[in-house]
């Protein structure tokens, strides 16, 4: 038997404190979220202030539970991982000081994790049967972005939203539509009652070269049809609007995932837990020969575990570690 490694992985860099032990580079011993979601739906967006001082008050609780799940004491923890960056500062920071803080409490080495690498390790915590090298698409509420993984630390950024992530503009028009903060997975639901073709957004940069995305002109385009239309059914706006989103995104993946020759694509990120990209993904990825994979749901949006995960690999199969004078990167990027 080998001797256990664990890792205890912590993640708060926007509305969600979520804490995971892993033992060794994948095994899921325990896995925890606390979403404030409902906290900031008032406001209908994440107030930074408000989701640190949270954070605070919940990250202690999370890491006594998260061992306890995983039948561990502190003392057993071997490494320590915490996201610090991308995200908001002073989200981070709490994470991160907390994170630092118990590795130099306990003499264990302490690894910062970028929050973008976490959501590709997240594939990892699913499948045991896709390794790199693969296309990654992180689509989330933060981000859009088409990454080429050539092995887990070798990344290469083959396309970026120039404007809003596919997630942001979801949570925007669930804002228009009049739907609580977060929409993406109500937009989901409302999208499977209505007609698709109902309304004909557009598909925005779907015929322009190279894989960079934009769904600010969308999200616009939607504001103006329901100022003209008012009474339009909103689930076919949802449809609709969804449509435009999904084929964009599996458009321009998949023409990367052969662009770089790469047989599989990995799509990660909360968006990927939408049933109607998934969907599609499957189906044209088939036509083309790609292999499409999706994490498990509970993966997709922010997690703690593919935090752990992204740690574990980087110290125990990269031999790396981070000194504690690591400070929260806001703006951090593959
Ligand atoms: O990865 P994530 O939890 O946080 C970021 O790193 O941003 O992603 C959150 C985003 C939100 O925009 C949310 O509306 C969207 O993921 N989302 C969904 C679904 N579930 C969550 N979007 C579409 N369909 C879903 N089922
Ligand atoms: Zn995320």
Redesign the pocket.
């Given at each position: 038997m080998t001797t256990p490694f664990y890792t205890i992985g912590i993640e708060s860099s926007?509305d969600?404190t979520a804490v995971a032990v892993v033992n060794g580079e994948r095994e899921l011993m325990s896995s925890l979220i606390y979403s404030q979601a409902q906290m900031h739906a008032r406001y209908g967006g994440v107030v930074p202030e408000v989701a640190s001082r949270d954070h605070l008050r919940k990250l202690p609780y999370l890491v006594r539970d998260a061992l306890a799940e995983a039948t561990i004491d502190m003392e057993d923890v071997s490494l320590v991982a915490a996201t610090y960056g991308p995200g908001l500062v002073g989200p981070l920071l709490v994470g991160l000081s907390y994170g630092k803080g118990m590795a130099f409490g306990l003499g264990v080495p302490f690894i910062g994790v970028n929050?973008l690498e976490g959501?590709i390790f997240a594939q990892r915590l699913s499948d045991t049967e896709i390794e790199p090298p693969f296309m990654g698409l992180i689509v989330?509420?933060?981000?859009t972005s088409l990454v080429d993984v050539a092995s887990y630390g070798e990344y290469q950024l083959v396309g970026i939203t120039v404007d809003d992530a596919a997630?942001?503009a979801?949570?925007k028009v669930g804002k228009m539509l009049g739907i609580g903060y977060?929409?993406?997975?109500e937009?989901?639901r409302l999208a499977s009652q209505g007609n698709p073709t109902a309304i004909n957004f557009p598909r925005p940069m779907s015929a322009s070269p190279g894989f960079d995305f934009s769904f600010a002109g969308l999200k616009t385009a939607v504001l103006y049809h329901l100022r003209k239309h008012p009474r339009e059914r909103k689930e076919d706006v949802a449809a609709s609007f969804l449509a435009s989103v999904v084929s964009v995104l599996t458009k321009k993946s998949l023409d990367a995932t052969k662009r770089y020759h790469r047989e599989n694509l990995v799509v990660v990120?909360?968006?990927a837990?939408?049933?109607h990209l998934r969907e599609r993904m499957q189906t044209d990825g088939k036509q083309k020969g790609i292999h499409v994979i999706f994490p498990a749901i509970k993966y997709?949006?922010?997690n703690a575990a593919m935090i752990a995960a992204a740690g574990a690999y980087h110290h125990l199969v990269l031999r790396e570690s981070h000194p504690l004078s690591l400070g929260p990167q806001p703006s951090l990027s593959l």
């Open positions: 926007c969600e929050h959501h989330s509420g933060g981000h997630g942001e979801l949570d977060p929409a993406g997975a937009i989901d990120g909360g968006v837990a939408n049933s997709c949006t922010d």
